[in-house]
């Protein structure tokens, strides 16, 4: 972080009514403005870090609607994760932080099996009884949120299912790689499964490598930069083993993570390279809407879109997503109130800040309720688990898909 | 502050609306003025105008400063407490209480964000026309204690003009009520027109009457490029003089230009000096003939470029550039002075004149946007606030500018207000006389001189 990103900060306020967590306390220390000149006077010397200035820059979802707003160019959201980064990097990582960023997340088959007791868990109805006897209470709150944030697992990650290489449909127009996000391959499969589909299906030849390693997007929560950046020198290389057009995903939060390669390893051209071909799914898919709109079949239905904050905000993609329902025939989509506002996931927010993510969804989901939509779409796993939670609770009529598994339906309808 | 004064406080508002860590108190040091910052000994935010006034009554018992705040966007200086003492801010206070559709009123709470009025109104076809660059988020209750002005006031004026009642908290805590919904009303002094603009000197408002309009049936969007700067100055007192009363009338030197073109691309030529955004709006008939009117003008000040807007998301487009202006000059440096000297319209020609020749003598960035058909410019210097030479000379700059709006029969400042910033300059604008009766009025709603000290003189 440059100490002028700082002071480019020139206080107007613009970024207020955008703060999910001002919005919610009308506190300057829960102001993107406010943050930014924390971090300045802790870089002043004028406060420390402490318990204090940590609570106040925690609070913070990294949603970066402030930089959307923001009339300078700061990125208050960003600044204040590489603040927490820097921070981190001088007193290191925690055992467990060690363990959970370093030993599991870089590994996908550690990840995976990591999962499996969770899927035996649901598999032999232990999740049921556990549900109605409310034994997690007697667990750690935390615990007990992740629980109930978890959909019906799929039967086998989509990692271990899906072919290295898939061919085109008819005549081959070009080649992806296919960043397959571990959320989405290990509880979104059947979303990522419609995003190859579509690929092929528009003439891609898609190569998702095996080997790939998360995008970093978990240490980047967890202020680990030097994780981040390991992960980073892995992808790119073994990405740039092969010729690609494109490199592709369908989670808002990896997108937002890859395209940042090139800032997080600064000098380095390959990394720069590898930011510069990566594309959300809905990029990609708009610059084929002619060809899409002949193959979409009608699905008479009403929808309202969801912009995540990691595509919204961090990608500056909202046009695309909306060209792309509009080509549904037969799809009413209804906006709702602030569509690019967070719905509180944050990646792990809703588990770090439980209240507050709370107090964001809350807000989130009136506005989705006042849509009268029975159908929400988004694509980003985050919002998906955050979303999913929250409506089949309150109204399981609402129902939550990914982008591409609504494309792909209509294609098949 | 003592620690029975704090939990008398606390018994007010309740703990979570009372901030009194050295972290919190930190970032409500400053507001929207650059160079600025000073902080509080407490932070409250009420949530009533009940808890207002006994909050009011026991730091006025107690002989503690106290100081209004907003959403802390002014650029005086106006909501920072500098004697320390209590800042009190309204944003917990932000219920819009009624919208009269016989009377064409609305009475809301201070801390209402003057756009969420805006939708509101709308949604039935009524319209409260001021419109700060800030409406995203300033509250009204600052737009009042400011006198807030905006991109419609060539037309529909400022928010003096809206405001017809006001209950007000005095500073010992007592409430005042004035004006109201009748449209006529000449009992006694004007007190509500004397609070406007007091900026949070006098009294803290706990609500506010505002008078709506309906919504104009139509509008249209011109942009104007000229060659020649004077030209475009020319051309908004000629179309003003032609009485055509155009809702905006928004200017942009060549520096705004350049910084917009680099920032945004929206089209602008960069041998272009000046820009007009120019919107007229009501009956459609009379659209047509005012813009028809405004064209004609325009060529005879020799315009190289004009362009009406033929659809809502066209005249979105053309008014981006000046939407944009001040973001793309904040850019270009760390610090962003932006001053609101104002000049009587037939000046403005010969004041753009002079920014540019001051700019030039101290060599300094100045970029001048702003209500030119109100003559309120935006002279705006970019600067680095850790380069102490050319601050001081951007200062030396400005006081010549201010000197200069004087001569010209304008102010010092047309809507930003005094607040700690221009106090050095008010004094050559209203003289002795002016300071004399200003203190009296200050000393008869607040003997004490306890509510937000330290400000205007
Ligand atoms: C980017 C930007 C653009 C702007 N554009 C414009 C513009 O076009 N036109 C314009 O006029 N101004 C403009 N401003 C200035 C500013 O937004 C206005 O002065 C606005 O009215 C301040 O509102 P606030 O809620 O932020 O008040 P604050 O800044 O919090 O307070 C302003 C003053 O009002 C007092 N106050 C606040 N609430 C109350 C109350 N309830 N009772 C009594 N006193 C109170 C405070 O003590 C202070 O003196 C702009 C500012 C920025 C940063």
Same mark, same amino acid.
């Given at each position: 972080?440059?100490?002028?990103?700082?002071?480019?900060?020139?206080?107007?306020?613009?970024?207020?009514?955008?703060?999910?967590?001002?919005?919610?306390?009308?506190?300057?220390?829960?102001?993107?403005?406010?943050?930014?000149?924390?971090?300045?006077?802790?870089?002043?010397?004028?406060?420390?870090?402490?318990?204090?200035?940590?609570?106040?820059?925690?609070?913070?979802?990294?949603?970066?609607?402030?930089?959307?707003?923001?009339?300078?160019?700061?990125?208050?959201?960003?600044?204040? !994760?590489?603040?927490?980064?820097?921070?981190?990097?001088?007193?290191?990582?925690?055992?467990?932080?060690?363990?959970?960023?370093?030993?599991?997340?870089?590994?996908?088959?550690?990840?995976?099996?990591?999962?499996?007791?969770?899927?035996?868990?649901?598999?032999?109805?232990?999740?049921?009884?556990?549900?109605?006897?409310?034994?997690?209470?007697?667990?750690?709150?935390?615990?007990?949120?992740?629980?109930?944030?978890?959909?019906?697992?799929?039967?086998?990650?989509?990692?271990?299912?899906?072919?290295?290489?898939?061919?085109?449909?008819?005549?081959?127009?070009?080649?992806?790689?296919?960043?397959?996000?571990?959320?989405?391959?290990?509880?979104?499969?059947?979303?990522?499964?419609?995003?190859?589909?579509? +690929?092929?299906?528009?003439?891609?030849?898609?190569?998702?490598?095996?080997?790939?390693?998360?995008?970093?997007?978990?240490?980047?929560?967890?202020?680990?930069?030097?994780?981040?950046?390991?992960?980073?020198?892995?992808?790119?290389?073994?990405?740039?083993?092969?010729?690609?057009?494109?490199?592709?995903?369908?989670?808002?939060?990896?997108?937002?993570?890859?395209?940042?390669?090139?800032?997080?390893?600064?000098?380095?051209?390959?990394? !720069?390279?590898?930011?510069?071909?990566?594309?959300?799914?809905?990029?990609?898919?708009?610059?084929?809407?002619?060809?899409?709109?002949?193959?979409?079949?009608?699905?008479?239905?009403?929808?309202?879109?969801?912009?995540?904050?990691?595509?919204?905000?961090?990608?500056?993609?909202?046009?695309?997503?909306?060209?792309?329902?509009?080509?549904?025939?037969?799809?009413?989509?209804?906006?709702?109130?602030?569509?690019?506002?967070?719905?509180?996931?944050?990646?792990?927010?809703?588990?770090?800040?439980?209240?507050?993510?709370?107090?964001?969804?809350?807000?989130?989901?009136?506005?989705?309720?006042?849509?009268?939509?029975?159908?929400?779409?988004? !694509?980003?796993?985050?919002?998906? +688990?955050?979303?999913?939670?929250?409506?089949?609770?309150?109204?399981?009529?609402?129902?939550?898909?990914?982008?591409?598994?609504?494309?792909?339906?209509?294609?098949?309808? | 502050?003592?620690?029975?004064?704090?939990?008398?406080?606390?018994?007010?508002?309740?703990?979570?609306?009372?901030?009194?860590?050295?972290? %919190?108190?930190?970032?409500?040091?400053?507001?929207?003025? *650059?160079?600025?910052? %000073?902080?509080?000994?407490?932070?409250?935010?009420?949530?009533?105008?009940?808890?207002?006034?006994?909050?009011?009554?026991?730091?006025?018992?107690?002989?503690?400063?106290?100081?209004?705040?907003?959403?802390?966007?002014?650029?005086?200086?106006?909501?920072?407490?500098?004697?320390?003492?209590?800042?009190?801010?309204?944003?917990?206070?932000?219920?819009?209480?009624?919208?009269?559709?016989?009377?064409?009123?609305?009475?809301?709470?201070?801390?209402?964000?003057?756009?969420?009025?805006?939708?509101?109104?709308?949604?039935?076809?009524?319209?409260? *026309?001021?419109? *700060?660059?800030?409406?995203?988020?300033?509250?009204?209750?600052?737009?009042?204690?400011?006198?807030?002005?905006?991109?419609?006031?060539?037309?529909?004026?400022?928010?003096?003009?809206?405001?017809?009642?006001?209950?007000?908290?005095?500073?010992?805590?007592?409430?005042?009520?004035?004006?109201?919904?009748?449209?006529?009303?000449?009992?006694?002094?004007?007190?509500?027109?004397? @609070?406007?603009?007091?900026?949070?000197?006098?009294?803290?408002?706990?609500?506010?009457?505002?008078?709506?309009?309906?919504?104009?049936?139509?509008?249209?969007?011109?942009?104007?490029?000229?060659?020649?700067?004077?030209?475009?100055? @020319?051309?908004?007192?000629?179309?003003?003089?032609?009485?055509?009363?155009?809702?905006?009338?928004?200017?942009?030197?060549?520096?705004?230009?350049?910084?917009?073109?680099?920032?945004?691309?929206?089209?602008?030529?960069?041998?272009?000096?000046?820009?007009?955004?120019?919107?007229?709006?009501?009956?459609?008939?009379?659209?047509?003939?005012?813009?028809?009117?405004?064209?004609?003008?325009?060529?005879?000040?020799?315009? %190289?470029?004009?362009?009406?807007?033929?659809?809502?998301?066209?005249?979105?487009?053309?008014?981006?550039?000046?939407?944009?202006?001040?973001?793309?000059?904040?850019?270009?440096?760390?610090?962003?002075?932006?001053?609101?000297?104002?000049?009587?319209?037939?000046?403005?020609?010969?004041?753009?004149?002079?920014?540019?020749?001051?700019?030039?003598?101290?060599?300094?960035?100045?970029?001048?946007?702003?209500?030119?058909?109100?003559?309120?410019?935006?002279?705006?210097?970019?600067?680095?606030?850790?380069?102490?030479?050319?601050?001081?000379?951007?200062?030396?700059?400005?006081?010549?500018?201010?000197?200069?709006?004087?001569?010209?029969?304008?102010?010092?400042?047309?809507?930003?207000?005094?607040?700690?910033?221009?106090?050095?300059?008010? *004094?050559?604008?209203?003289?002795?006389?002016?300071?004399?009766?200003?203190?009296?009025?200050?000393?008869?709603?607040?003997?004490?001189?306890?509510?937000?000290?330290?400000?205007?003189?």
């Amino acid at each position: 972080m440059e100490y002028v990103e700082l002071l480019n900060c020139m206080r107007c306020g613009m970024c207020l009514p955008h703060c999910p967590t001002y919005k919610e306390t009308f506190l300057e220390t829960a102001s993107p403005r406010g943050r930014v000149a924390l971090v300045r006077k802790i870089q002043d010397g004028d406060l420390e870090v402490n318990e204090r200035t940590l609570e106040f820059l925690t609070l913070c979802l990294d949603c970066q609607a402030c930089a959307t707003a923001c009339p300078c160019g700061v990125n208050a959201g960003e600044l204040v !994760a590489e603040f927490k980064c820097e921070e981190k990097e001088k007193g290191g990582l925690s055992f467990m932080e060690e363990l959970i960023l370093r030993k599991l997340v870089p590994h996908p088959d550690r990840l995976e099996s990591a999962m499996l007791p969770l899927r035996l868990y649901q598999k032999t109805g232990l999740q049921r009884l556990v549900r109605t006897l409310g034994i997690l209470k007697m667990f750690p709150p935390a615990l007990e949120r992740m629980e109930g944030l978890l959909p019906p697992l799929p039967a086998r990650p989509l990692r271990k299912s899906l072919q290295e290489v898939t061919p085109a449909v008819g005549e081959e127009k070009g080649t992806v790689g296919f960043f397959l996000g571990c959320v989405m391959s290990l509880i979104f499969s059947e979303a990522s499964h419609a995003t190859v589909r579509l +690929l092929s299906t528009l003439g891609y030849k898609v190569i998702t490598p095996k080997s790939q390693k998360c995008c970093g997007a978990p240490n980047m929560l967890g202020s680990d930069l030097e994780g981040v950046r390991r992960m980073a020198l892995f992808n790119v290389e073994l990405f740039g083993s092969h010729d690609l057009d494109f490199i592709v995903t369908d989670c808002g939060g990896c997108g937002a993570e890859l395209k940042k390669y090139g800032r997080h390893l600064p000098g380095d051209k390959s990394s !720069a390279e590898f930011s510069a071909k990566v594309r959300d799914i809905s990029e990609l898919l708009a610059l084929h809407a002619d060809e899409l709109k002949e193959k979409l079949k009608p699905l008479p239905r009403k929808v309202t879109w969801h912009d995540a904050c990691h595509i919204a905000h961090c990608q500056g993609i909202r046009q695309q997503p909306r060209a792309l329902l509009a080509l549904i025939p037969q799809l009413e989509v209804s906006e709702m109130n602030d569509p690019d506002t967070c719905c509180g996931s944050g990646g792990t927010y809703n588990i770090a800040q439980p209240e507050m993510s709370d107090r964001i969804l809350k807000r989130k989901v009136d506005s989705i309720l006042a849509t009268g939509a029975d159908y929400l779409v988004t !694509a980003n796993p985050g919002c998906l +688990l955050q979303l999913k939670k929250a409506l089949s609770e309150t109204t399981p009529k609402v129902k939550v898909v990914h982008l591409t598994e609504l494309l792909s339906e209509s294609l098949v309808a | 502050m003592e620690a029975s004064f704090i939990k008398e406080l606390q018994g007010i508002v309740g703990k979570e609306h009372l901030l009194t860590d050295r972290e %919190s108190l930190a970032v409500y040091g400053y507001d929207a003025t *650059p160079e600025l910052e %000073s902080a509080p000994g407490a932070v409250l935010l009420p949530g009533s105008g009940e808890e207002m006034a006994r909050i009011m009554a026991l730091c006025y018992g107690n002989g503690v400063p106290l100081t209004p705040r907003g959403s802390g966007t002014n650029l005086s200086g106006g909501s920072i407490a500098i004697s320390g003492g209590v800042v009190m801010q309204t944003s917990r206070l932000n219920r819009i209480l009624e919208i009269d559709q016989e009377n064409l009123t609305a009475t809301v709470e201070p801390g209402v964000i003057t756009s969420t009025l805006h939708k509101r109104v709308e949604a039935i076809g009524l319209f409260y *026309p001021p419109d *700060p660059g800030s409406m995203n988020i300033s509250t009204m209750g600052g737009n009042v204690a400011e006198n807030a002005g905006g991109l419609r006031g060539l037309k529909y004026g400022v928010t003096a003009d809206y405001v017809m009642g006001l209950k007000t908290i005095l500073p010992h805590g007592e409430l005042l009520r004035s004006g109201g919904k009748a449209v006529k009303d000449v009992a006694g002094y004007n007190l509500t027109q004397l @609070l406007i603009s007091s900026e949070g000197t006098l009294g803290v408002f706990s609500e506010i009457t505002v008078k709506l309009v309906p919504k104009p049936r139509s509008k249209k969007t011109m942009l104007v490029h000229f060659p020649e700067m004077e030209q475009a100055a @020319l051309t908004v007192s000629a179309i003003i003089a032609a009485r055509i009363i155009p809702a905006t009338l928004e200017f942009l030197d060549k520096v705004t230009i350049r910084c917009v073109e680099d920032y945004a691309h929206v089209g602008l030529p960069l041998d272009v000096d000046a820009v007009l955004l120019i919107e007229v709006d009501g009956h459609p008939a009379e659209v047509e003939e005012d813009a028809a009117g405004i064209r004609v003008i325009c060529e005879k000040h020799r315009c %190289s470029f004009f362009q009406t807007a033929a659809t809502p998301e066209e005249a979105l487009k053309l008014a981006t550039a000046r939407r944009v202006a001040l973001s793309s000059l904040a850019r270009l440096k760390p610090t962003t002075i932006l001053e609101d000297a104002t000049v009587p319209r037939s000046c403005i020609a010969p004041m753009l004149k002079f920014i540019q020749e001051t700019a030039k003598k101290y060599d300094l960035t100045i970029g001048t946007f702003g209500h030119a058909g109100d003559g309120n410019l935006h002279p705006t210097c970019l600067t680095d606030e850790r380069d102490h030479e050319e601050i001081r000379r951007a200062h030396l700059a400005f006081s010549e500018i201010f000197d200069k709006a004087i001569q010209m029969g304008g102010t010092i400042t047309g809507e930003h207000g005094v607040g700690i910033a221009k106090k050095p300059y008010l *004094p050559r604008l209203v003289g002795e006389a002016g300071l004399r009766v200003m203190r009296g009025i200050k000393g008869g709603f607040d003997p004490k001189g306890l509510l937000n000290p330290g400000k205007i003189f």
